[in-house]
């Protein structure tokens, strides 16, 4: 099965930035990449922010202002742009994509916040 590809995770102080990318593992027709989602330890996994077909957004809360969803067509490549991260953001981060008619979920990428 085809599994988006995240990248772009770290360590980060307070305050500090950090841009996730997502992409498919090959050249792919009609893959889509729908949002990002979170999970952090102990918790269960929440939506980040979201992107359809035609760029609307949509953000969870507590990241609006601060992170911007894109997407780049031309590299079928979606990203996460995040700014004044707080160690609240601490968390594995994970790509929603879709493919024809699958869903799909990469492995994740880990982002800690911690001075």
């Known amino acids: 099965q085809v599994q988006p590809v995240e990248s772009g995770g770290g360590s980060v102080q307070p305050g500090g930035s950090l841009r996730l990318s997502c992409a498919a593992p090959?050249?792919?027709?009609?893959?889509?990449?729908k949002g990002w989602y979170r999970q952090a330890p102990g918790k269960q996994r929440e939506l980040v922010a979201t992107?359809?077909?035609?760029?609307?957004?949509n953000y969870a809360d507590s990241v609006k202002g601060r992170f911007t969803i894109s997407r780049d067509n031309a590299k079928n490549t979606a990203y996460l742009q995040m700014n004044s991260l707080k160690p609240e953001d601490t968390a594995v981060y994970y790509c929603?994509?879709?493919?024809?008619?699958?869903?799909?979920w990469g492995k994740g990428t880990l982002v800690t916040v911690s001075s």
């Open positions: 992107i359809s077909r035609s760029g609307n957004t």
């Open positions: 090959i050249s792919l027709f009609n893959f889509h990449v």
């Open positions: 929603n994509a879709e493919h024809l008619d699958m869903d799909l």
